[in-house]
């Protein structure tokens, strides 16, 4: 059982993860990111639509659509966050509200396409891309040590891809001139412009790049919970990303510690339920659990932490 | 030595409904120090912040070594060798010194001979050796949110620095400065000129420019009114030019007659926003007809003192008695109509509502009252009538009359209608905190001559200034502030304004 929810809790804790951390990035240059939700399920659509295309090119053995729907979802979460970057940087909008029209538009949009390109293109009524559950790799002898050995049981392909990609966005944001320009920005954008920084430049990359990172998020999730894309991707987990972000005060190490904990108190709560051997209807009353456990969490610990100085500002460079 | 580096050519430069600057033509000498000498408004600050490419000018030319530039951005200008020290300093308050000065132009090396990185270790070193080079005492891996102003002060100076500036402007260095503060700034700029800088110093105080610049030009009203050789001209002759009438810079007064005790503060300990008691056990009396002035740097606790005696904030421990009346734990409006008036320091976010009208703003504190409000229905009559008393009374200028959005109004004027506003309350106590902070000569006059009216008709005055000017000006008592603590009370004409910047200081402290 241990086992078991190892394995599942890192499964869902690291789609969770790399999305906070691209949260983190938007909301460390400045710009609030409650659009995390929205970014997640258009990347997994673009994926998902890519996967179901190619699928019928490579035959259901190959593994190139697979890797494909990831770079697609990429992309998509990517194109689809600049247009929040364009509204919160270009137009100046209310970051908020752009970031919750963003997920409404997301939901929305997807839920059509997916419909309407069922018929056009597959000749079916679906409103969902059948993905299947991803495989799963386990790592022959590091998955032989007692307890520890579940990290390498059984895991996503995708779970191997997220570690490393967070590993250079941790580069990235704490070593490079890039990321030490992108956290002056969030703290006060006139000393960055005043050190010759182009502060909408910067921003725009950093929602860029949450959007990006959404799009692995929104990927893992069809792959992993749903195991195909329709609108019931869009289950709040972009919310539970920002809480963690929040709950690990917007740096990386501490987030993912966040994310963990809501991993395992999801897979525990589950494996519970399964113990006692109650009706699988009682897992529903399990899976508020990561919210209840953030909410009890962010009372309690979140009093010292402190949100980038100018978090949700507008940048505007006529005014003092 | 004599050639200019900088020409400013009949500049010109309008904003909507004013002209900031007016047909100025000035030159300035490579390796000088340049004094711009003018009040509030009298577009100082504009002129420069176009050397500095945050405007362009309307018209004429702007000339850097012999060569007419456009200077489109501050980016151009720091290419040109170009540095400025805003008033508000541009720092990124979690950033280390290093951090804050290389941001922009880090020094890179390469992990692994492959990732680039910030070399932050390449940095320590380097501006370690700049701040040695220029006498700036600093050390590069410290937090700037746990630096004083001072420091924060040479950051910036250090960010011009490193990038090579050779024309300096310093935008009001030393309003936020104590006196020791002021003297180790002035002794900076003589050594930045000694390396061959050149320097100009935006201001209105006269003492500094006297004892270290070279020459000064006097704007007034966004004209050149003359460029005067500092060695050989009396600070008397620049205050005249500068206000473009005689003025005296002390307020008359007579001796203060002492009436009984109206406000007592024993023991009185305030947290403040970050949970550390921000003031340690205070305790002072003010007596009817007293000016009673605190002065100290900027955060040593002033803030919570002033909100905690007008209710804004409770006192965690002590007691505040008000003609006896024990108002510690009272709520806002029991201490108004206990007797206390409050000009805070914050006009925007605690005087005013901004987006109000100036009639709507005039009865904040007392709309309630049977005066101006039956039964909950405000009584508008009432409420022009007063606002129009108030503003002939005390002479508050505004675009339209009582319909104007105080927003829109000027800094001076905003002052003024909160000030009216309080002082017709007619209390017993009135608190003053930085009353004049960012207004022109004129305006601080007036404001002076106010306060030791209100003294002279029985109020008790709490004058709390971080300008020392204003404290020697006004003050009967003198109470210095420092670290939460009140670390000397004297009367005024006891302590010399040294005396007060070391105690400012904590010196003489024993704990």
Request: glycine residues 10%; hydrophobic residues 45%.
């Amino acid at each position: 059982m241990l086992d078991m929810i190892i394995i599942d809790g890192l499964s869902f804790a690291l789609p969770l993860f790399i999305m906070a951390i691209g949260g983190i990035f938007s909301e460390k240059s400045g710009v609030t990111n409650l659009a995390l939700e929205g970014f997640q399920g258009f990347g997994a659509f673009i994926g998902a639509l890519v996967v179901v295309s190619l699928s019928g090119v490579f035959g259901a053995a190959s593994r190139v659509p697979y890797y494909a729907g990831f770079v697609f979802a990429v992309i998509g979460g990517g194109m689809f966050s600049l247009l929040h970057a364009l509204l919160c940087i270009k137009f100046k909008a209310d970051q908020v509200i752009s970031g919750v029209v963003m997920n409404i538009l997301a939901l929305a949009l997807t839920s059509f396409l997916t419909k309407s390109l069922n018929t056009s293109l597959f000749g079916n009524n679906a409103n969902k891309f059948v993905l299947g559950a991803s495989e799963r790799i386990t790592i022959p002898g590091l998955s032989e040590i007692p307890v520890v050995g579940a990290v390498f049981k059984e895991v996503y392909p995708f779970e191997i891809i997220i570690v490393l990609v967070a590993v250079v966005m941790w580069y990235v944001l704490y070593k490079t001139a890039y990321g030490m320009r992108l956290r002056a920005c969030g703290d006060n954008p006139h000393s960055a412009d005043a050190a010759g920084i182009n502060v909408y430049r910067v921003r725009t990359l950093a929602v860029f790049i949450s959007g990006c990172l959404s799009g692995i998020a929104g990927m893992s999730f069809a792959y992993s919970i749903t195991a195909n894309f329709s609108p019931d991707i869009y289950l709040g987990y972009g919310y539970l990303s920002i809480a963690a972000l929040i709950f690990g005060n917007w740096s990386i190490l501490p987030a993912l510690f966040a994310c963990l904990i809501f991993g395992f108190a999801r897979s525990g709560g589950a494996a519970v339920i399964n113990q006692l051997g109650l009706p699988s209807a009682y897992n529903d009353l399990v899976r508020p659990l990561p919210y209840v456990l953030t909410l009890l969490l962010l009372v309690f610990f979140s009093k010292h932490n402190r949100s980038p100085k100018a978090l949700g500002q507008v940048y505007d460079k006529g005014r003092r | 030595m004599s050639e200019p580096i900088v020409e400013f050519r009949h500049i010109t430069k309008r904003f909507p409904g004013i002209i900031a600057n007016e047909d100025v033509s000035l030159s300035i000498n490579k390796g000088e120090i340049f004094a711009l000498l003018g009040e509030n408004g009298a577009g100082k600050s504009t002129l420069m912040s176009m050397l500095f490419g945050m405007y362009e000018p309307d018209e004429g030319e702007i000339i850097i070594r012999g060569k007419r530039e456009r200077i489109a951005s501050p980016r151009y200008a720091t290419q040109l060798s170009i540095g400025m020290v805003h008033q508000e300093f541009r720092l990124v308050s979690n950033y280390t010194v290093a951090e804050n000065i290389i941001l922009g132009l880090e020094p890179e090396r390469k992990i692994l001979g492959l990732f680039p990185s910030v070399d932050i270790k390449k940095a320590n070193h380097d501006i370690a050796e700049l701040s040695e080079r220029y006498g700036l005492k600093i050390n590069p891996e410290d937090v700037i949110e746990n630096l004083n102003v001072a420091s924060r002060q040479r950051v910036e100076i250090l960010k011009m620095l490193y990038r090579e500036a050779e024309i300096l402007i310093f935008d009001e260095p030393t309003a936020v400065l104590t006196p020791q503060e002021i003297e180790s700034f002035l002794k900076i700029v003589e050594g930045l000129r000694q390396g061959g800088k050149t320097i100009i110093l935006i201001t209105h105080k006269l003492n500094e420019i006297k004892a270290v610049a070279d020459r000064c030009a006097i704007l007034n009203r966004g004209k050149l009114v003359s460029i005067l050789d500092v060695a050989t001209t009396t600070t008397d002759e620049m205050a005249r030019q500068m206000v473009g009438r005689e003025i005296s810079f002390t307020t008359p007064k007579e001796p203060a007659k002492f009436g009984e005790v109206v406000l007592n503060v024993e023991g009185l300990t305030v947290k403040g926003s970050a949970g550390l008691d921000a003031v340690k056990g205070v305790t002072f009396t003010i007596h009817s007809g007293e000016v009673f002035a605190v002065a100290g740097v900027s955060g040593n606790g002033q803030n919570e003192l002033a909100d905690s005696i007008a209710g804004l904030v409770q006192s965690s421990s002590g007691r505040i008695t008000l003609n006896g009346q024990d108002i510690t734990r009272a709520s806002v409006r029991e201490r108004i109509n206990a007797g206390i008036a409050y000009i805070p320091e914050d006009r925007h976010n605690v005087g005013l509502v901004l987006d109000f009208t100036l009639r709507d703003n005039f009865p904040l504190r007392q709309y309630y009252i049977p005066k101006f409000s039956r039964k909950g229905v405000i009584n508008e009559a009432a409420f022009d009538e007063h606002g129009k008393r108030l503003e002939a009374e005390f002479d508050i200028r505004s675009s339209n009359g009582m319909d104007t959005i105080t927003r829109e109004m000027s800094g001076g004027n905003q002052q003024k209608a909160i000030i009216a506003r309080e002082v017709d309350m007619r209390t017993p106590l009135i608190i003053f905190m930085q009353p004049t902070r960012g207004l022109d000569a004129g305006a601080v006059m007036n404001i002076h001559k106010q306060i030791i009216a209100e003294r002279d008709r029985g109020a008790a005055v709490l004058l709390i200034s971080l300008d020392l000017d204003e404290i020697m000006d006004c003050a009967d008592t003198i109470a210095v502030i420092y670290n939460g603590g009140i670390n000397k009370i004297a009367p005024a004409g006891e302590l010399t304004v040294d005396d007060i910047g070391l105690y400012m200081m904590g010196v003489g402290k024993t704990a």
